[in-house]
C-alpha cells in the first residue's frame, strides 16, 4: 500500500512538474563538463508518463483493495 502511494505522488509529481524532474534525472545521469539539451518533446512525454503512472497506482490499489464491486 505504502508503495502504491509513493508511485501515486510521484506520478502527481512528475506530471506537476516535468521539466524539474527531467532536468534532475539528466543531471543526475551525465557528467558535470558533458553538454546535453533535452528536445521539447520530451517534457511531454514526461507529463504523460507521470499521469499513466500515478493513475495505475490509484487504479490497482482500488482494485486490489476491493473497491470494485463485481
Do not use: K
Not at 524539474?20 to 553538454?35: G, N, Q, Y
Request: with cysteine; net charge negative; hydrophobic share 50%.
Amino acid at each position: 500500500m505504502i508503495l502504491r502511494a509513493l508511485l501515486a505522488v510521484f506520478g502527481v509529481v512528475e506530471f506537476l512538474f516535468p521539466r524539474r524532474l527531467a532536468d534532475a534525472a539528466m543531471s543526475l545521469a551525465t557528467t558535470d563538463d558533458s553538454e546535453y539539451e533535452l528536445r521539447p518533446w520530451v517534457y511531454t512525454v514526461a507529463r504523460v508518463e507521470g499521469l499513466c503512472i500515478a493513475a495505475l497506482a490509484l487504479w490497482c490499489g482500488r482494485r486490489l483493495s476491493g473497491g470494485d464491486d463485481e
